[in-house]
């Protein structure tokens, strides 16, 4: 069992990011998804990004973060796009970290120090059209190619949010795929 803190995306802790964290759940894990939004959801990721610029990149980041602190250091930290540079800040910065599961994104290692922390575990998940996901392609490669815990899974299509069951991107093949994957991950951590 691994004790994991997701991180919702640009579009706020949807019903599908909770669907995703009940499967988690299922499975036996502990998850804790905080709400970086205040119980605010959007219906486009444009919306989703007005709504963050307003309130601050960096405020919301560093709830994130706080919500990190309420926890025992042995996490995952688990992100889906925007949540991402605060799963990935976590897993590279604070002690303790047992892996990192970043979907739809991932940030130059160098953002956060650099090289990726030795013995923790990475799983990398975007889709091989999506435009957000190709800027943060060559990223994704670097990291892979500097450790040998980490990997990347690139699935065909261009949906961004794949894996969030309540958005018109939902891909259900790829988001099973994603799912059995992130279990056989969290078994192993």
């Known amino acids: 069992m691994a004790e994991v803190l ?3 995306h640009i579009q706020g802790l949807t019903d599908g990011v909770r669907a995703f964290a009940d499967e988690l759940r299922q499975a036996g894990h502990v998850v804790h998804t905080p709400d970086l939004f205040d119980g605010r959801t ?5 919306e989703g990004f007005a709504f963050a610029r307003e309130a601050g990149f960096g ?7 706080a919500a990190a602190q309420e926890l025992g250091p042995e996490l995952v930290y688990a992100g889906f796009s925007f949540g991402v540079t605060t ?5 590279q910065t604070r002690p303790g970290a047992r892996g990192a599961l970043l979907m739809f994104s991932c940030i130059p290692v160098a953002e956060f120090g650099g090289a990726w922390p030795e013995g923790v575990p990475v799983q990398i998940h975007g889709k091989e059209g999506d435009e957000f996901f190709d800027e943060d392609l060559p990223a994704a490669r670097e990291l892979v190619g500097s450790t040998s815990d980490a990997e990347l899974f690139v699935y065909p299509g261009d949906q961004h ?4 069951s309540s958005l018109d991107a939902y891909d259900a093949e790829a988001s ?4 059995e994957r992130v279990k056989g991950f969290l078994a192993a951590v």
């Open 87 to 91: 799963a990935q800040r976590l897993a």
């Open 42 to 46: 959007f219906d486009s990721i444009e």
């Open 6 to 8: 997701l991180y919702h």
């Open 59 to 65: 405020a919301i980041r560093e709830r994130g973060a």
């Open 176 to 179: 099973a795929l994603l799912m």
């Open 161 to 164: 949010l794949f894996a969030d």
